[in-house]
């Protein structure tokens, strides 16, 4: 289910996305609300911009470290999350050789059928909780 821009900003920089990684930026979107809405302790989910990309906060819970999602320079779409936290290198560890990886930084996708729904659900799930197990 496509969910509708709260905020133009962020609406403009997903038409900013060229074709291709504007496919996989909101199915990663998608995942993100959809993995909030089935989890009650995360909250209501903020989407706003930070660093001019669209950024995903638990702002009524505090239970969650932002995600971001964005294009990195070698191309394709990244989700993102905050490089002091352990999530990204903890879904790593999960899931070793399964996705490209960027250091403790983010997973790169080239192409939306690269993202595994299921598999990226725990990552989210632990970047929007992160707070709560700390």
């Known amino acids: 289910m496509i969910r509708p821009f709260d905020d133009p900003a962020v609406a403009a920089a997903f038409d900013a996305f060229p074709p291709a ?19 009650p302790q995360v909250g ?11 950024s995903y906060l638990t702002s009524e819970t505090q239970s969650g470290s932002t995600l971001r999602i964005g294009m990195p320079k070698q191309g394709g779409c990244a989700l993102y999350a905050h490089c002091a936290t ?25 192409q939306a059928d690269d993202i595994v729904p299921d598999r990226l659900r725990l990552l989210i799930y632990h970047g929007l909780t992160y707070h709560l197990n700390r």
């Open 44 to 54: 209501q989910i903020e989407e706003t911009l930070k660093w001019g990309q669209p």
């Open 21 to 39: 990684p504007r496919e996989t930026a909101l199915q990663l979107r998608d995942l993100i609300f959809s993995v909030a809405w089935d989890a």
């Open 86 to 110: 352990d999530i990204i290198s903890t879904y790593a560890a999960t899931f070793p050789g399964s996705d490209r990886i960027e250091g403790n930084r983010a997973v790169i996708f080239q």
